[in-house]
């Protein structure tokens, strides 16, 4: 008895070379295009065997819907955006990886796009990219998601939004994923006093972003706490880049009344302070203590391996896109992602 052929065998196969379609789909199983987009998407209407036939068969030609048919055929978009203004590449790329990890198997696509806050036409863009891929839903990164705006433009439009921020603003569908800056930044500070440390300093972030400020006082606030001033001379605005890092640490550690510690708006900034340190012939820790925000790969790559404050930047990208794709699109509570001290080799006691 000759073996039984499969569906695809028994008619014409799309042109090599060519993706098949979902009109391909249909007539080589010979079921309409509809009961082909209903599989699709999971329907409940289609007999089972049906179901398992038009699977089998997308499977074998190698068939993948695609995203925005889908959306347009339900008259809705299966695409989440990520919108961003943030210098810091590895943070970029955490929070695409967490963005993907709730995404997988879920039917949805992500796309990027990166905008500069500070242009003023900045959210005419986000609003074109919204419009033209007929988004299902928007991740709002720092600093775009601090800014009102921007919110209320997405809300005009009937988007749907997550917004990371790093302390909890007045939004009343409560779409927040907060990171808690402050409590990290004072963790910093606790740890370092109990090291001893008095005369410290700080490298801050660009003080436009929330997060600056956060930590900032944050980190000032504790010590504030125990009576002891951080001096304006000791805090130098940086952009969180390697390079203001070089620049701020530069000014840090030319004199020779330099401080036993600073802390570091994020890791890149506290690389070039481990930059500048090394050709002045500062040793860390035993002449200078160094504290970083993130824990990036970086942190435990650097040498000694760097102390630094983790936020659980992936488990935060995959809690906003799974808030996006939730089924109903009313109120959220606000979800928390808690920051904290990760110990390694870049602080000790003052000598």
């Not at 993907?100 to 990166?114: K, Q, T, Y």
């Not at 907060?178 to 008095?198: I, N, S």
Request: proline share 7%; net charge positive; charged share 25%.
């Amino acid at each position: 008895m000759p073996a039984r052929s499969s569906p695809a065998s028994q008619a014409a196969r799309p042109t090599a070379g060519k993706a098949a379609t979902i009109n391909d789909i249909a007539r080589l199983a010979g079921v309409s295009k509809k009961t082909v987009s209903r599989i699709i998407n999971n329907s409940p209407l289609v007999r089972k065997d049906t179901r398992e036939k038009v699977e089998a068969l997308m499977r074998e030609v190698g068939y993948t819907p695609d995203p925005l048919a889908r959306g347009l055929a339900f008259r809705r978009s299966f695409l989440i955006g990520m919108v961003y203004d943030n210098p810091t590449a590895q943070y970029i790329v955490d929070m695409q990886y967490g963005a993907l990890d709730a995404l997988r198997e879920s039917g949805f696509e992500l796309v990027v796009h990166p905008c500069d806050t500070r242009s003023p036409g900045y959210i005419d863009g986000v609003r074109r990219f919204v419009q033209q891929q007929k988004l299902h839903g928007v991740m709002l990164i720092p600093r775009a998601s601090e800014d009102q705006n921007l919110v209320d433009m997405l809300a005009e439009t009937g988007c749907r939004y997550t917004r990371i921020v790093p302390v909890g603003f007045d939004d009343r569908d409560g779409r927040m994923i907060v990171t808690h800056d402050r409590d990290g930044a004072a963790e910093a500070a606790d740890y370092l006093l109990t090291l001893g440390h008095r005369d410290v300093a700080l490298i801050t972030g660009p003080l436009a972003y929330r997060s600056a400020i956060e930590r900032t006082e944050g980190f000032v606030g504790t010590f504030a706490k125990r009576g002891i001033e951080v001096p304006k001379s000791r805090i130098i605005e940086a952009s969180y880049t390697f390079e203001s890092g070089v620049a701020a640490a530069e000014k840090l550690l030319a004199g020779k009344q330099r401080p036993t510690a600073i802390f570091c708006g994020n890791d890149e900034m506290a690389a070039g302070v481990y930059k500048v340190a090394m050709r002045a012939g500062i040793s860390i820790p035993r002449d200078l203590s160094v504290i970083g925000y993130d824990d990036s790969p970086l942190a435990a790559r650097l040498w000694p391996s760097l102390t630094s404050v983790r936020r659980q930047t992936r488990d935060t990208g995959r809690i906003a896109a799974t808030m996006l794709i939730r089924p109903d699109n009313g109120p959220l509570p606000v979800a928390s992602v808690r920051p904290h001290l990760i110990v390694r080799d870049s602080c000790q006691p003052p000598a």
